[in-house]
Nanobody, 114 residues
Framework: QVQLVESGGGLVQAGGSLRLSCAAS????????MDWYRQAPGKQRELVAGLTSGGSANYADSVKGRFTISRDNAKNTVYLQMNSLKPEDTAVYYC????????WGQGTQVTVSS
């Protein structure tokens, strides 16, 4: 079982930056694949960035070059550094952990004003 708690969301102007954090507890964090998803109003949840247990990352085309996913296994935390934010990045961002099961955090709101 894995519990996930996101933090770091907020309101930022276009062009600004935010760093989201996802603190995990309850299992062997380092062995889990970790992802960030987002869901904008009226849209489906979409994968933003993913990170394997070995450290390989992948990104949605819409965020490549602007967002960076990373993890600190000593702190059981995964991060999403978001730079050059755009109004279309506005969404609730969710942390997702998976290996033998799938686990989700409660989400954190990111709002980018134009």
């Amino acid at each position: 079982q894995v519990q996930l708690v996101e933090s770091g969301g907020g309101l930022v102007q276009a062009g600004g930056s935010l760093r989201l954090s996802c603190a995990a507890s309850g299992s062997v964090f380092s062995s889990y694949f970790m992802d960030w998803y987002r869901q904008a109003p009226g849209k489906q949840r979409e994968l933003v960035a993913g990170l394997t247990s070995g450290g390989s990352a992948n990104y949605a085309d819409s965020v490549k070059g602007r967002f960076t996913i990373s993890r600190d296994n000593a702190k059981n935390t995964v991060y999403l550094q978001m730079n050059s934010l755009k109004p279309e990045d506005t969404a609730v961002y969710y942390c997702h952990a998976w290996r033998t099961g799938h686990y989700w955090g409660q989400g954190t709101q990111v709002t980018v004003s134009s």
